[in-house]
T-cell receptor, first 116, second 114 residues
């Protein structure tokens, strides 16, 4: 149980275009989802917390107008990288909390974004 | 905010030996401490976790210990096998009430030498 499906797994886009990444909870409802970014050989850094039916909360230094988050249902959160640039190339990973407390977090398989 | 330090950054052990990875955290309000294994190009997989009301937890070859007073926790892998080779991350968060994400350590590249 507690599976999070993330798509696409890999995407290559041209500089200046936008890319949407989807994160779905398959067998549970996720009121809150989290988006992380991981650069090569580095750790996962929390970008934003996605809340169903309300605005996302962004970590310091993360541009909310560049990384648009939509959490329109209890099973789907999307991250759109707008006007992508080569420096946005990274591994993006979503996560969902399982239950309101005490059940940990489950992660998607990640999306490798390459901006050329 | 929370800060998690992880050591060592690289650990090489002989197959069959034990491996220990250590983490410290800064926020005394953190109460949930998971460990993740990440293979190249994949998302992190939970291998074990511990909450602040417990000092030790074991699952077959894997164990985690927590010292709340010192604010540190450790991952112990015994009888290491080649498939244990991966990057391991510790993390910390506050469960309950709010919806906090995880703060991760910088990771440990575990290499199991045959």
């Amino acid at each position: 149980g507690a599976v999070v499906s993330q798509h696409p797994s890999r995407v290559i886009c041209k500089s200046g275009t936008s890319v949407k990444i989807e994160c779905r909870s398959l067998d549970f409802q996720a009121t809150t989802m989290f988006w992380y970014r991981q650069f090569p050989k580095q750790s996962l850094m929390l970008m934003a917390t996605s809340n169903e039916g309300s605005k996302a909360t962004y970590e310091q230094g993360v541009e909310k107008d560049k990384f648009l988050i939509n959490h329109a249902s209890l099973t789907l959160s999307t991250l759109t990288v707008t006007s992508a640039h080569p420096e946005d190339s990274s591994f993006y990973i979503c996560s969902a909390r399982v239950g309101n407390r005490g059940y940990g977090y489950t992660f998607g398989s990640g999306t490798r974004l390459t901006v050329v | 905010g929370e800060n998690v330090e992880q050591h060592p950054s690289t650990l090489s052990v002989q197959e069959g030996d034990s491996a220990v990875i250590k983490c410290t955290y800064s926020d005394s309000a953190s109460n949930y401490f998971p460990w993740y294994k990440q293979e190249l190009g994949k998302g992190p997989q939970l291998i074990i976790d511990i909450r602040s009301n417990v000092g030790e937890k074991k699952d077959q070859r894997i164990a985690v210990t927590l010292n709340k007073t010192a604010k540190h926790f450790s991952l112990h892998i015994t009888e290491t096998q080649p498939e244990d080779s991966a990057v391991y991350f510790c993390a910390a968060s506050k469960e309950g009430g709010g919806a906090d994400g995880l703060t991760f350590g910088k990771g440990t590249h575990l290499i199991i030498q045959p």
